[in-house]
């Protein structure tokens, strides 16, 4: 089993979750549930390979010739990675159904979530570093898909919007960085940039690089001064928080620091840089957290700390301190996932998360109230608990270290200060929600969740408790393989245990305990001096920033682009010439050695029909329908010239193009004046003659270069191998399947995306519907022809023969998926001209945005099948097989991509004309499925 697996699976799962809308919420859950479970199953297959010390790697050519790959690794702090990413997300699954209500699309959110799971497993595994950073921001794209679960919020909405803003910008800086160090060392790969620490940290961009790295991981992280997005984002339904801002997507930009570690580490920039980082946003997250109303505020606020409590750590000049950054990643992520689910059930079941409301829920729902009490002294420190263990592992770190020379000591001071912090926030939130007396004014009479609600929680909350009392039975192994992986032969030797003795550190938690229940207790003193403090709103100066950006961005916009359409064909045409047309008064000669082909009768009159074809648009360009007609002709005319230099699939495309694109034309122009007044001056005709002039005699000129010398072109390659490398004999098809498939996915990818533009665009829009024509003569009164009804209805069936076997023959003979999908697409268009859009609704009742999806993702899965046997992306397999009844035929897996060019041709090309042609029907846009 291969490390492809892991992640394919998680992708697996996001495509099957989305399709489990007509399942009950159980089926839906399990179905989701089995892509991560069989995942952690593939891991922990694998973890004794790990623990012995091995890195597991896995590679598949994606561009061999630009020397690109998809790799993959599995070391010890991937794994940790891995078993929090995958264990947590099952638990959040879980937790999931419980918790939103049956409004709410379960397998909406299971789709993100498992779509954001896919993008946090392919950072961590990722042995490139390119790889690494695509996988990087699709963790920011479907955090914002998370954020903004409940769009009609406008809290939701905001929080999203700036979650991606401040971690979209740190992954820019983030890709400037890798690119960077894949200059230094000559190499995008992991295992050589790791390797090359000298190199490195001997360039003189190795500061540069630096920084631009560590703002990637900052903002990631929410470390100071980046951190405001995160509480914003706490708009988000809380399994989405217990995920991405407790154990995943914060824990990106932490992992990122420990991945980079080997490479980057070491110097004084780095130590600085990180710990002064770490240290401020452990203690401004630790101070504001005390001053928290709603419960996920003081949780996104003390996340915030304890992730800087992690970064300081990392930048410490110890190899403990390295070591106990990654035991506290593990205690944080199940102490802080378990509070944000137990925070869910309060928030679910008494409808409010305000603090002074919810008092006393240790009466209503005593067992929740018992396992949130044990994660909050986990996250407080409390002895025999998880986050006593690593709690104390800083304390001893904060001892041994010189960041700051000569006044180093001021590290444990206040890492003791933020410790005290730490504990006054637990102990509020414990003692506010669950005691404290009454509650006051609540929404619901609160009670105990569901069972099941509940197991998430209780895992977790024993995982707690275990690795505080059995430590080097619970994590001693995990953390001792990730620790290697991060430090290497520098990993020191340590021992984990409930019990060290009486020492610093010990006392250094003693202090931090007592002082925090000080401060708790006294805490009426600590409200009144904050709120003699100026108030600073985060979103209200984001907001701002972003209006000054906006509106800077517009004054820049308006100068360029002023609407006038002649302005831009202006500047566009002028630079084109000033390029093509300047080397030409350099060449000496625009004739070359060779002769050209004699013209002979029937391409001259061809050629005479295109030039008239061309002339008379222009000529008639206020007439709209007539220029119309005339624009055609050059169109078939084209068609007719790749008929005449045998180019049968391009005449082919470009005959249903045209056909397609006369039709869509119709339809527009239906909602413009049938007749444009004259706007242009005789000056400004005589400007535009000049310059087309000017621009037919560069490119006749280039053309006449270029005819009249040897060509030499990349074709003969394609001939030579279309059928031993692509097995088909049709050059073109192989080329748009084989050799250049993943141009043709893109292309489909975009008119997808245009066709799903086109539709959001006209959906709601009101157009002018003229009632007669530029004559003045109206409509006719027979909408739809019988004889046209009937006709259409005859060629349909026809017509999809026709497609099927155009698309059938195209590997070896003229045809293809685009041309087939082209053809459908016209023969339903005849249907909806002749019929009307009810008519064909009530008949082939398809949502053309389902299809177009559907044809993306087959193309793209034919191409990621050709990994599992380890060959490159879009990699082609055929073979012949003796198949009764039809004999030896050839097989080929193009097929499959082809027809996932076909459905989105077909979707795209009826999307786009359907939206259209249903502004103008007279009945309820609704009835119309698209």
């Known amino acids: 089993m291969t490390l492809l697996w892991i992640p394919l699976l998680s992708l697996i799962g996001s495509v099957i979750s989305s399709c489990t809308s007509k399942l009950t919420r159980n089926q839906s859950t399990a179905l989701t549930m089995l892509a991560p479970l069989i995942a952690l199953g593939i891991v922990f297959s694998f973890t004794p390979a790990v623990f012995s010390g091995e890195i597991i790697r896995y590679s598949a050519d994606w561009i061999p010739l630009l020397n690109m790959q998809v790799s993959f690794r599995l070391d010890g702090l991937t794994l940790l990675f891995l078993y929090m990413i995958l264990g947590i997300g099952v638990l959040v699954i ?88 894949g200059d230094i060392v000559g190499s995008y790969n992991l295992d050589v940039i790791l390797a090359s620490k000298t190199l490195i940290q001997s360039h003189d961009l190795y500061e540069v690089a630096l920084v631009l790295v560590l703002l990637g991981a900052f903002t990631k992280s929410a470390q100071f001064p980046f951190h405001f997005w995160l509480p914003h984002a706490m708009a988000a339904p809380t399994p989405v928080s217990a995920y991405l801002h407790s154990a995943t997507m914060v824990k990106a930009g932490i992992f990122l620091l420990a991945r980079f570690y080997p490479a980057l580490s070491g110097t004084d920039t780095w130590f600085i840089l990180v710990a002064m980082t770490g240290l401020s946003t452990l203690l401004v997250g630790a101070y504001v957290a005390l001053f928290k109303h709603d ?27 390295t070591v106990a950054a990654i035991f506290h990643i593990i205690n944080h992520a199940t102490f802080k996932a378990s509070l944000f689910m137990a925070t869910g059930i309060i928030d679910h079941e008494t409808g409010t998360r305000d603090m002074r409301k919810l008092n006393g829920m240790w009466r209503f729902m005593p067992y ?37 020379g000569s006044m180093s000591w001021l590290i444990p001071v206040l890492a003791t200060v933020a410790g005290a912090l730490s504990v006054a926030y637990s102990a509020r939130f414990i003692h506010d929600v669950f005691f404290n007396g009454d509650p006051i004014d609540l929404p619901k009479t609160p009670h105990e969740p569901p069972r099941y609600m509940r197991v998430p929680i209780e895992i977790l909350v024993v995982v707690c408790i275990l690795v505080g009392m059995f430590p080097h039975f619970a994590v001693s192994d995990i953390l001792a393989s990730a620790s290697f992986a991060v430090l290497g032969d520098a990993a020191p030797a340590y021992k ?14 003693f202090i931090a305990t007592c002082c925090g ?151 527009a122009l239906f909602f413009l004046p049938q007749r444009t007044p004259k706007e242009s001056s005789s000056l400004r005709m005589l400007r535009d003659l000049g310059i087309s002039s000017a621009f037919g005699v560069v490119i006749a000129s280039i053309c006449y270069a270029l005819l009249t010398r040897p060509l030499e072109s990349i074709s003969d390659f394609f001939v030579a191998n279309a059928k031993t490398g692509g097995g088909g004999t049709n050059v073109v098809n192989v080329i748009l399947v084989d050799f250049r498939g993943f141009d043709t996915l893109g292309e489909i990818t975009v008119l997808g995306i245009a066709a799903l533009g086109i539709y959001k665009l006209l959906i709601n829009l009101p157009l002018f519907m003229p009632a007669s024509d530029s004559e003045g003569r109206p409509w006719a009164r027979e909408r739809y ?17 026709v497609s099927a076997y155009i698309f059938l023959r195209g590997h070896n003979l003229p045809g293809g998926g685009f041309i087939a999908g082209l053809v459908t697409a016209i023969a339903f268009i005849l249907q909806y001209m002749a019929n009307g859009s009810n008519w064909i609704a009530a008949r082939f009742d398809v949502n053309y945005r389902k299809i177009i999806a559907s044809g993306i993702a087959i193309a793209l899965f034919t191409g990621l099948g050709s990994w599992v046997f380890g060959r490159p992306f879009l990699t082609t397999w055929f073979d012949y097989f003796d198949i009764p009844l039809v004999g030896k035929t050839e097989l080929a897996s193009a097929i499959m991509f082809d027809l996932g060019v076909y459905l989105t041709v077909v979707g795209a090309t009826l999307m786009i004309l359907a939206s259209l042609g249903k502004l103008t029907a007279d009945t309820p846009k609704q009835e119309v499925n698209i």
Not at 534 to 545: E, Q, S, V
Request: proline share 3%.
């Open 94 to 181: 879980f937790y999931a159904r419980y918790y939103l209500s049956k409004d709410d699309s379960l397998p909406k959110l299971y789709c993100y979530l498992m779509l954001f799971m896919t993008a946090m497993v392919g950072i961590v595994m990722s042995n490139n570093v390119i790889q690494l950073w695509l996988f990087w921001e699709l963790t920011s794209i479907s955090s914002f898909l998370l954020i903004s679960y409940w769009w009609d919020k406008s809290e939701a909405r905001k929080g999203a919007r700036m979650a991606l803003a401040i971690t979209g910008a740190g992954g820019l800086a983030l890709l400037a960085g890798l690119l960077l160090i």
């Open 295 to 321: 419960l996920k505020g003081l949780l996104a606020y003390s996340t915030i700390s304890h992730l800087g409590l992690i970064t300081l750590l990392l930048g410490l000049d110890t190899e403990l301190a």
């Open 368 to 404: 929740t109230a018992t396992l949130a009490m044990v994660a909050a002294a986990a996250m407080a420190g409390v002895p025999l608990l998880n986050g006593f263990l690593s709690k104390e592992m800083f304390f001893a770190e904060t001892l041994h270290q010189q960041v700051l």
């Open 496 to 509: 984990l245990s409930v019990w060290h003795g009486l020492n610093l550190p010990l006392l250094m938690s």
């Open 517 to 667: 229940i000080i401060i708790y207790v006294q805490r009426k003193h600590l409200f009144h001096f904050q709120a003699s403090l100026p108030t600073l709103n985060a979103k209200k100066g984001f907001d701002l920033g972003l209006y000054s950006v906006i509106k800077w961005s517009q004054q820049k916009v308006n100068r360029i682009e002023n609407g006038s359409l002649q302005r831009y064909a202006f500047v566009m045409i002028a630079v084109v010439l000033l390029c093509a047309g300047w080397p030409l008064f350099e060449m000496r000669q625009l004739a070359g050695a060779s002769e050209l082909t004699p013209i002979d009768f029937h391409n001259a009159i061809g050629a005479g029909l295109l030039i008239i074809g061309a002339l008379a648009t222009v000529i008639w360009h206020r007439s709209r329908m007539i220029s119309l007609i005339m624009i055609s002709i050059v169109g078939l005319m084209v068609s007719v010239a790749f008929t005449r230099f045998s180019a049968p699939d391009l005449a082919l495309t470009q005959l249903t193009v045209e056909v397609v694109t006369v039709i869509l034309l119709m339809l």
């Open 785 to 801: 022809p019988i004889l046209l009804a009937s006709i259409s209805q005859s060629l349909l069936p026809l017509a999809l023969l």
